[in-house]
């Protein structure tokens, strides 16, 4: 017994022994002798919705975040004046479109998969929940997908955001109703979460600075399907224009049921929804409805654009960005897809000025930029009330409309420098 | 006389959509009435529901109502399936076996649905036209949907009343011990009307994918909300759940004149427990 019982045990610490030494990561691997330079993997923590309500944007993220690692993988890295080449890999999660998931991520990103920079999931409630944990163990994390500004404006010091703040989100098109038709009367009806109560909350104060009369306000929740009683609210407050919406689901849902409806809107303007490419599945339902975009490929920015503002140029082109991410997913680039790219070139280029990967001093080289890109200005706010809020990025407003093949097209309508097509006001009634 | 005109508009389309409503909600509680069964799998039933609607009208390129009599008998025939599987030896042993037995079934529809059809949103294109009655606009999918649920509700009164399988079902709800001394197959009538909850609720979702778009998750809202008709109509009583849904379709019409939207849930739900407080068998269900 005593000896089976012995041979037992030395089997176990042998295989105790075999398994220890071919673990991953147990045994550090050797640095480079021959002279050549040494290479730094950089991890990229990211979670990401393959599942949930913001599983269409989250996705079109990832995708270009993805493309831009490739890109400089497969370009060498960036190689900094110390020898070392920095390379990246991503370390990722689905966090189901679920904020208390994307906390237990984030926390299991920092702390057990020790990511050296984090980039924030899509949507601003989930970067909210994420941005606390980041700040927490001093993480840097570059967001996309949230424009909400309040993140910013709680005193962090390690976010710092791509997109326009949800605030500014849909003055330009104010700008342009203004132009259109001054005395329309407008409904503001969004979803209740954070991004869309924030792109409100700077929606009507300029609405009313500009003249125009916001008949009715409403807000109604992420998971509603039915809009036929805030249809017949709208209906019923005589507004000519509709601005609001939220995110993919409940905007899209709401499109289709204004037409449905025919609810006799002189213009539509929904959040998120109408910029993705899944939009126009709508059939008739789509033509005519516009959104504020981050990045329009037809209007994308350019180094002539970045020369004439004084600004340094940095990244591909947007026909090149284009290019490859067709390459990559067989489908067009939008917004979303833009904004994920552009988190990863920010990264690199806060890298590269900092010629380091350090965070304090790719902190201090992140507060430092501005540069422009395809995706347009980027600089960052540095004062601690509203630190990393995006301050160098502006939007263009979008609308579906059909082109010479009768095919739906989304235009570039406003600014009207840089207009692919004049906006289609009023929208024909079904 | 804004609102008057609000409640002109909103209330009828209210109704309409509580047919489908309650459709979906006798499903749930004709099994409930039958084996004490709460089918925690009527969510993603309904979902597939949804898709199958979507792959009629949108791979097919047929008119989606000519799939509801085949989405129901596949309905009828997955809901016996799952009985056989997942339900029939527990049936017997403690609710919360039952439960966590449908529940598992539950989590295995929205894995494989997702791995499939991943949760974006699907959108049937289909429009059956609108009716317009002054300043109410009437679908017509929200229309047929309704002429749908009368057929089928009035076919569900026939089965149970006129039929001998439908007596044997009433039978076994009744007393199941003294059912099977009648000779009647138990265990057969139990598969049945598993099935039979289960067709009802994937035509519910046929029907609802004809007014919104959809995914895999989306059948989580309506059961939510059978759960609130099974108590307004009576637990247990599949034909009282068609009064519930009305009911909560008229609320639906009738909260958003007054209040804003997002007020809806919070007094349906509120509505929920105070029924259940004061009569826990539901507002048509028998006294105990």
Redesign the interface.
Known sequence: MNRKLSILVTFFALASLVLAACAPGSVEAPPVADGSDTEKTVVIGFTSSL???Q??SSKRQVNGLTLWMNQVNAAGGIHLSDGTVVKFTAQTYDDESNKERVQELYTRLITEDNADFLISPYSSGLTAAASIIAEQNGKIMITAGAAEDDAYKTGNTSLFQLYTPGSQYLLSTVDMLKTLDPSARVAIVHE?DKFSTSVVEGLKPYLESQGFEVVLE????S????F???I??I??SGATVLLGGGH??DG??FA?QLY???AGLKFISLLVAPADS?FP???E?ALGVSTSSQWELSATHTPEEAAALGKEWYGPSGQEFADAYLALTGDKPTYHAAGGYLTGLILQKAIEAADSVDPDKVRAALEALDIFTFYGGIKFDTRAEAHGLQIGHEMVVAQWQRNDAGELVRQVIWPANVATAAPLYPIPMP | MQQFNLLLASLPDGILLGFVYGLAAMGLTLIWGVMNVINLAHGPIIALGMFSTFFVYSKLGLNPYLGVVPIALLGLLFGILIYAVAVHRVINAPHLSSLLATFSVNMIIIGLGTAALTTSPYNVDFFAGSLQLGSTTLLGTRLIAAFVTLLFTGGLYFFLYRTRPGKHIRAVANNRAAAELMGIPSTRILALSFGLGTMLAAVSGALIATFFPFNILSGGGYELKSFVIGVLGGLGNPIGALFGGLILGMLEGIIPAFLETSWVPVIEFGLFVAILLVRPNGLFGAKK
């Open positions: 599942t949930g309500a599983e269409v209740n409403e807000g109604y929740a998971d509603t399907t039915d036929g009683p805030v017949n609210k209906v019923e993919y689901p899209s849902t289709r449905e409806r025919k899944k599945e709508l059939g339902a």
